[in-house]
């Protein structure tokens, strides 16, 4: 009932705020670009990842755009979707043309084309300075500036897990199914900026229990930067990304899809850490150094993480990776092990050569353990790790080449090299080649990988980028890998392979149309349960075709329909496929703003779910997997209440044909499971 | 490597051998074995019709170690001339195990152009199969080859090769492919080439995807890469030339079976 009146409350609280307008573009425009540039990046990642760091990023520089007038290609970096040769180019462009003059001049730069380009266009600015004038832009921060974001959702439907009282004794979620975020921004313009983040997922406590003071999670950073000699200085949390993530790269990280070029990872260094995920950061002070063309980073992190307990007293055997805290066991397992992280990065740049090598120690309090498994038998086990690496980067006539080669000390070797080559004006191809030892281990390890982190794997990624025209473009790849030890369910070393291709066709800027095709073969234990498993060759076909199309004044449409084969061994064959429906109104010169999809989708099982974006709130993100026989709708809804408010609402709610969702905890009786957000910013 | 183990190797290999076996020349190998509409020289052991641009006589030779180890081998000669009524082509080439099993293949082609943009090629073949202590098998196919130039460009080729269906008699159990090759390639620059394939085998129903890519460069050396899905292997290879003498190699890496590396030498007149 409660519930009820909630939502009541909410829908007429939008329906207020409807019947008011005020002019306000930017923000909504800038919230559909940024969703558009994350869908492609985050493509196949799935909801496991947060996106609202690059997310947060890309608004950043929507409002403050990057002058490529004055920009060294570190801003243009961080954007994600710039290839380094791309950034080479743009550089070394200006370094022989002179100064921009305008936008367009873009276009003679080898390298860009009309795709990347209109990605490219919203996040940049031409500044004016020429001649010796000073440098000016016409969209800067001139003074400090707070930002205030609260965030509340829930899932409107109890799942088992709020059912179970405590005194049953059975495992339950102790907390509320309320969801709390508190996001506070403070930056001042040419010095340092303030992060906070506190949140609170479904199922946590809340004020009471084990999170007395409130929130589940706080994270807060403050950044400093270009004072002098000190370029950057973060105290609290912040990531390190370096060289190509064999051996540190803390933060988001992006692989294979449909972005190519981000299989060479363009490493931000320090930065601060302003993502609500839980897991991948450091925690303490780091500071990098410039003197002449070096750059030197050290670093201190302390956390208490979150690990489940071994069998051996005062030993623990893995580590927490969901940063969820809902029932008795996630609790005692919450912030069980005491972890220090210090190292040091050193960076040298020379003209197009960038060469860097960093050395870090991991200390655990306690000894990690792994369970005595086959599979486990090379994993690390200890409380300290070290790990170094070298890592380059050199740009020479259109062609980009990278690479990392790292060691965990007492383990093994890693390295992984690659290029990106534009030979011609129309056609790049990109080749990397990995080699990641069994032994090989580093806690934050995000190389490019089939797997989860860069260890025990073998393969060769070959793609290539063909633009013939503006208004068409084809990217394809081939990705062949090997598992040369036994995995999780991999009870045999494995191997398999990736393609896929996409084709992009834009006949108007109203109209884009996108095929794509992704097969997938891998090897898994077979299904039966036997003792001894042989594997089976899982192989996933999916092809997808994607229209967006405008033809009314503010409003565009987007359809998808994707289909998916999944064959595991010779007993499992499934079929599925999904289809949506968007309508997007794009209020420009309106105070609000709004989008509804409603999907119908059909699979045989979760094993041939589909994964589609989903439009949320700002800085929240929704990926979720479409599975079974049911029906999708959400709806947006953004309202700015005066220059320095604005609100956003949605709802969303799977309609399924069975009676019961889910399992476990998360099951719920009934066919519905709807969600609602509401979201306010104050800006000021 | 004993004997016994070797038989049962190549039969295996034999029996699928349009998947896993490649004898074409190292250029199209390289590029994902996607020759239907490539043209030189080593046309004649992929889609013949390639020859009929040709106006210079060549001859080549290659050699190929299927799957390192195996002892299995291919050798080839091809030899072209081209004549004011068409080019006539020739490929003598050989497959086996030393004192095992060989597969002899000798081929007589015919192309020529109709008109500027359509080439078309026919091709007679004789096969012998031996196998020492058990006996010699002989018979006879035929594969007919077709290119079309859109403009310098552009290419689309097709290729069917054993279209009647000639096979050794029952007493030996090796197949002569029956298969269908469509494909097309595009030249983007004067550096590069991509090309597309696909096959159809009418033997073991399989489809085939393949393509591969040719970069040159510099004037007198290329690059070569490229990949079939079914079954997924991946090639790749260089090329040498100096004056009228060219070198080519490459390797076709399979998953499973390991690396078949390749060369061959041509010499245009």
């Known amino acids: 009932m409660l519930y009820v009146m909630r939502f009541n409350l909410l829908i007429f609280f939008v329906l207020l705020m409807v019947a008011v307008e005020s002019s306000w573009a930017q923000q909504e425009e800038s919230e559909l670009i940024v969703e558009q540039l994350i869908e492609e990046l985050a493509d196949e990642l799935g909801d496991e990842y947060n996106y609202d760091e690059i997310m947060e990023r890309l608004h950043h520089y929507h409002r403050f755009p990057i002058d490529i007038n004055k920009t060294q290609g570190e801003e243009l970096r961080e954007l994600r979707f710039l290839s380094s040769l791309q950034i080479m180019a743009l550089l070394t462009y200006r370094k022989k043309a002179g100064q921009f003059i305008s936008t367009y001049e873009l276009q003679s730069i080898k390298g860009f084309d009309m795709a990347t380009i209109e990605r490219l266009l919203p996040f940049i600015t031409v500044s004016k300075a020429r001649a010796g004038k000073k440098h000016v832009t016409g969209n800067t921060l001139e003074r400090g500036e707070h930002d205030i974001m609260i965030r509340y959702g829930t899932v409107l439907q109890h799942s088992a897990g709020y059912e179970i009282k405590g005194d049953t004794g059975g495992s339950h979620y102790m907390g509320s199914p309320d969801r709390y975020f508190v996001r506070y921004r403070y930056k001042e313009p040419k010095l340092f900026q303030l992060a906070v983040n506190m949140k609170k997922d479904p199922g946590e406590q809340f004020f009471a229990g084990n999170n007395r003071f409130g929130f589940d999670f706080y994270s807060a950073s403050l950044y400093f930067h270009d004072l002098g000699k000190i370029k950057k200085l973060v105290i609290g949390d912040y990531s390190l990304q370096v060289g190509q993530g064999l051996s540190l790269w803390s933060g988001l990280s992006f692989g294979k899809g449909s972005l190519l070029q981000n299989a060479a990872k363009q490493g931000l260094g320090l930065h601060p850490y302003t993502s609500s995920n839980e897991v991948l950061f450091l925690r303490g002070i780091a500071g990098t150094f410039v003197h002449k063309r070096f750059e030197l980073t050290p670093f201190v992190s302390f956390r208490k993480l979150d690990a489940t307990p071994a069998d051996s007293a005062g030993t623990f055997s893995s580590l927490g990776a969901s940063g969820y805290h809902r029932t008795s066991t996630e609790i005692h397992n919450k912030a069980a092990v005491d972890q220090w992280v210090y190292g040091l990065n050193i960076q040298y740049q020379v003209k197009n050569l960038e060469v860097g090598a960093n050395i870090h120690q991991t200390h655990f309090a306690k000894e990690l353990v792994p369970n005595q498994r086959l599979y486990n038998k090379f994993s690390f086990k200890g409380d300290k790790l070290f790990n170094t690496s070298i890592y380059y980067q050199y740009t020479i006539n259109g062609l980009y080449l990278f690479g990392e080669a790292a060691h965990s000390f007492q383990g093994g070797f ?61 990217v394809g790849y081939a990705d062949y890998f090997k598992f040369p030890w036994l995995k999780f369910r991999v009870d045999g070393p494995s191997q398999g392979y990736d393609l896929f291709s996409q084709f992009v066709y834009m006949p108007s800027k109203k109209m884009k149309v996108s095929l794509r095709y992704r097969f997938r073969k891998k090897q898994e234990n077979s299904g039966a349960n036997n003792t001894v498993h042989l594997l089976e060759d899982m192989l996933r076909h999916q092809a997808r075709i994607e229209v967006k199309y405008s033809w009314l004044p503010n409003i565009g449409f987007r359809n998808r329909l994707e289909l998916i084969r999944y064959k595991k061994g010779v007993e499992s064959n499934e079929l599925g496929w999904m289809f949506y429906h968007d309508v997007i109104y794009k209020a420009m010169g309106k105070a609000y703003s709004g989008n509804v999809r409603i999907a119908w989708f059909k699979t045989a099982s979760y094993n041939s779910r589909i994964y589609a974006f989903e439009n949320d709130v700002l800085y929240g993100y929704s990926f979720p997997a479409y599975s079974n026989k049911g029906l999708r709708f959400y709806s947006n809804i953004r309202y700015r209440l005066s220059h320095k408010m604005t609100v956003w609402a949605r709802y969303a709610a799977f309609l399924y044909a069975n009676p019961v969702i889910g399992s476990g905890l998360d099951k719920i009786n009934g066919k519905l499971k709807s969600d609602v957000r509401i979201q306010f910013r104050f800006q000021f | 490597m004993c004997q016994p183990y070797k038989l049962l190797l190549i039969i295996c290999i034999t029996l699928n051998a349009n998947a896993q ?231 076709t890496i399979h998953p499973r079976l390991g690396i078949s590396p390749q060369v061959a030498l041509c010499y245009a007149f």
């Open chain 1, 414 to 474: 890693a390295t992984v090299n690659g290029l990106i080559n534009s030979i011609s004006h129309d056609v790049s191809i990109i080749m990397l080649h990995r080699y990641y030892e069994k032994d090989y281990y580093a806690f934050y390890n995000q190389g490019f990988a089939e797997g989860s982190e860069a260890n025990n794997e073998r393969g060769l990624y070959v793609g290539l980028m063909w633009n013939p025209s503006r208004k068409m473009n084809w």
């Open chain 2, 21 to 251: 076996v490649n004898r074409g020349a190292p250029r199209v190998t390289a590029l994902g074995n996607t020759g239907a509409s490539l043209q030189g020289v080593y046309a004649l052991a992929a889609n013949q019709a390639g020859i009929a641009k040709l106006k210079k006589a060549a001859l080549a030779a290659m050699y190929v170690e299927h799957f390192i180890g195996s002892e299995i081998r291919s050798h080839a000669g091809m030899a072209l001339v081209p004549g004011r009524l068409g080019v006539m082509g020739m490929y003598v080439g050989k497959y086996g195990l030393q004192d095992a099993y060989s597969e002899l293949k000798a081929g007589l082609s015919y192309a020529r152009m109709f008109g500027p943009r359509l080439a078309m090629a026919l091709t007679m073949n004789y096969h012998q199969l031996k196998i020492p202590k058990y006996g010699l098998n002989n018979t006879f196919s035929a594969e007919v080859g077709i290119q079309y130039f859109f403009n310098e460009r552009w290419t689309i080729g097709g290729h069917f090769a054993n279209p009647g269906n000639f096979s050794f008699n029952n007493e030996a159990y090796a197949e002569i492919p029956v298969r269908v090759q469509l494909g097309t390639n595009y030249r983007f620059s004067d550096q590069v080439l991509i090309c597309v394939d696909g096959k159809y085998s009418f033997h073991d129903k399989g489809v085939d995807g393949s393509m591969g890519l040719e970069y040159k460069l510099i004037e007198w050396f290329v690059l070569r890469g490229g990949i079939s899905v079914n079954h997924f292997k991946q090639y790749t290879g260089f090329g040498f030339s100096y004056h009228q003498l060219s070198f080519d190699a490459a390797a």
